[in-house]
DNA sequence: CGCATTTCCTGGTAGC
DNA sequence: TGCTACCAGGAAATGC
C-alpha cells in the first residue's frame, strides 16, 4: 500500500459527510476562491458560492452536494436559479479546517472557503487535493452536465427502490466484465475498486464475468454483498490505508475485514487456494479463482452473437 | 452508441 | 545514498 490513501468510496464519503455535516450546515459562506491549481473544470465557479449559505451536507455515490442559497433575496429573484457546490475527493482530496491544523502544508491545497458557521464563529475550510484527481467547483443545483458519472449515476445502495429484480435489469444492460460495470456507477452508485472486489468474492462472482452473463440469483446475491460490505465499512467509519485520517483525525477499522483487497497469493479465507491478482479494465482486481468460477456460457436469456 | 484504452497527477517504493 | 522506473486510482477524454 502507498500513501496517504483512503480510496474513498462510498462509506468513506459517508465518514466525511457525517464529520462535515454538524461544520457546515448553516454556515455563511463569505469567500470562496480557487489557490494553487490551473484553471480548468476540477476546481470551477467558486466565486458564485460567496455570499451564500449551506443549507446541508448530502452525499450521493461518492460525491458531496452541498446545496448553497444564496444570502442576497434580490439576486435570488433575479436569477431564480439555486447553486450547489460539488466536492469528489479523487484519489487524494482531503477537508481541512484550518484552524485546526495551522502548520498544514499548503502546497496541494487547491481551495479555500471563508465561512461564518451558524454558532457565528469564523472558520476556514481547506481542500488538499494532491494528486488534483479530486472535483470542487458550483453548478446550478442538479444540473451536472458536466459531471456525466454523477449524471448517468445509479440509485443508491440502499435506496429501498433498489430491488433485487431493478439490479438485475441494471447488470442486463451492459456486456462488459460486471466488476468494470460495477466502477462505473451506473448499475449502483458509490461502488469502487475495494468494495466491488470484496462484494464479488462474497457472491462467488468472477469480475470478468459479463454483466448481463450474471444470473438472476448470483445478482441478488452481488447486491446483498455490497449492502453488506458497505454498510459494515460506514460502520467503521471506512478502510484506511497507510496514514490517512478522517477529518477529525479518525482512522477507519474496515482493513480488518478486507477478505481479498490487495491480498494476491494470500490464502482464500473461505477455501485456501491462493488469491488472484489480475488487471480488469485497467484497474488492480483481486479474486479467488477457485470459488469464482466464470461461467463458460450466457445464460439463454442473453442472445448468442 | 457501446466498449476499451489512455490520460490526468504525485509521492511512495523497489531495484540498482 | 541517490537515482530511475514504475505503480496506485476515479472519472473524463479519447479511440475504435
Known amino acids: 500500500m502507498k500513501g496517504r490513501f483512503a480510496i474513498p468510496e462510498l462509506p468513506e464519503v459517508e465518514t466525511v459527510r457525517r464529520e462535515l455535516a454538524p ?35 448530502n452525499r450521493r455515490g461518492k460525491f458531496l452536494l452541498l446545496p448553497l ?4 433575496a434580490a439576486a435570488a429573484v433575479q436569477s431564480s436559479e ?17 484552524e485546526d491544523n495551522p ?13 461564518t458557521t451558524n454558532k457565528a464563529q469564523p472558520s476556514t475550510l481547506l481542500f488538499d487535493d494532491t494528486r488534483r484527481f479530486g472535483r470542487f467547483l458550483v453548478v446550478p443545483a442538479g444540473d451536472y452536465r458536466t459531471l456525466p458519472t454523477l449524471h448517468q449515476m445509479g440509485l443508491e445502495p440502499f435506496d429501498p427502490n433498489l430491488t433485487d429484480k431493478y439490479f438485475k435489469d441494471m447488470l442486463a444492460k451492459s456486456t462488459t ?21 470484496e ?28 449492502r453488506e460490505v458497505l454498510a459494515k465499512s460506514i460502520e467503521v467509519q471506512g478502510t484506511t490505508l497507510r496514514d490517512y485520517r478522517t477529518v477529525n483525525g479518525e482512522v477507519g477499522q474496515f482493513g480488518n475485514y478486507l477478505n481479498v483487497y490487495g491480498k ?26 477457485s470459488c469464482q468460477q466464470r461461467r463458460r456460457k450466457p445464460p439463454s436469456s442473453v442472445k448468442e452473437a
Not at 454556515?27 to 443549507?55: C, D, H, M, S, W
Not at 442559497?69 to 442576497?72: E, I, R, W
Open 23 to 57: 461544520w457546515l450546515t448553516g454556515a455563511t459562506i463569505t469567500q470562496a476562491v480557487r489557490v494553487n491549481a490551473p484553471a480548468g473544470p476540477k476546481y470551477a465557479n467558486l466565486e458564485l458560492a460567496a455570499n451564500t449559505f449551506i443549507q446541508a451536507v
Open 199 to 226: 462484494a464479488l468474492w462474497h457472491a462467488r462472482i468472477h469480475p470478468e464475468t459479463p454483466s448481463a452473463w450474471v444470473s438472476s440469483a448470483k445478482a441478488r446475491k452481488l447486491l446483498a454483498a455490497l
Open 69 to 72: 442559497d444564496t444570502l442576497d
Open 177 to 197: 466484465a460486471v466488476k468494470t460495470y460495477l466502477l462505473s456507477q451506473k448499475p449502483i452508485a458509490g461502488v469502487g475498486n475495494i468494495y466491488a472486489d
Open 82 to 98: 439555486q447553486l450547489e457546490l460539488v466536492i469528489h475527493l479523487g484519489m487524494t482530496g482531503t477537508v481541512l479546517r484550518a
Open 103 to 115: 502548520n498544514y502544508a499548503m502546497k496541494h491545497v487547491r481551495t479555500r472557503l471563508e465561512l
Open 264 to 289: 494476491a497469493e494470500e490464502p482464500c479465507p473461505r477455501c485456501g487456494k491462493l488469491l488472484t491478482r489480475r488487471v480488469i479494465g485497467g484497474r488492480s482486481s483481486h479474486f479467488c479463482a
